[in-house]
């Protein structure tokens, strides 16, 4: 089986473009990195033969250690006291030269700190910046202001709730050596 992932090149790094799927909705075949819209669901045989957005199963958490970040927070691949991991398919990507600027990111964003983005604009005309709750991605070889997968706080199912611990009913805030997350098992 091959697979094959859409990848641009642009002054020698590469970018693997996200795709932001609908809940319950059917997932694209192809090449790019498939989200789904909540951070509670993903790409997932339905039963028949089809992959769609489905309610994920907390078991993955089971492999989480201490060298594993939730979706946007720190990480590092030199500072030894930092996780190196990430959640999902988010990975982590400096966005500065110096490799100092770490975080768990989606694939397709820009690295800000080493080249400005001028079709990223906030709405209050800054460039190399997007509104709160959108981030910066390559699309297409140029840059745009894109909504974020999975922002760093929710209440809803496997959202992070490191900064409050707060939950939906009937979800309890379980911790994790670098995170906290909404879940419905147990501590």
Request: charged share 25%.
């Amino acid at each position: 089986m091959s697979v094959n992932i859409k990848v641009h090149s642009s002054h020698n790094m590469k970018f693997q473009e996200v795709t932001i799927v609908e809940d319950d909705a059917e997932c694209p075949r192809g090449g790019q990195v498939l989200m789904c819209k909540s951070v509670g669901y993903e790409c997932q045989d339905s039963g028949d033969g089809v992959q769609k957005c489905l309610r994920r199963d907390s078991s993955f958490l089971d492999k989480v250690d201490n060298k594993t970040a939730t979706y946007w927070a720190k990480c590092s691949h030199t500072d030894h006291s930092l996780p190196s991991k990430c959640l999902g398919q988010f990975q982590c990507i400096a966005t500065d030269f110096a490799n100092k600027n770490s975080r768990c990111y989606p694939p397709d964003v820009w690295r800000g700190e080493r080249a400005v983005a001028e079709t990223c604009k906030s709405s209050d005309g800054k460039k190399n910046e997007c509104d709160k709750g959108q981030y910066c991605r390559t699309h297409n070889d140029k840059q745009e202001c894109a909504p974020m997968p999975y922002p760093p706080s929710g209440t809803s199912y496997l959202s992070d709730c490191t900064s409050d611990g707060k939950c939906d009913e009937g979800l309890t805030c379980k911790s994790f050596p670098h995170f906290s997350t909404c879940t419905d098992e147990n501590e």
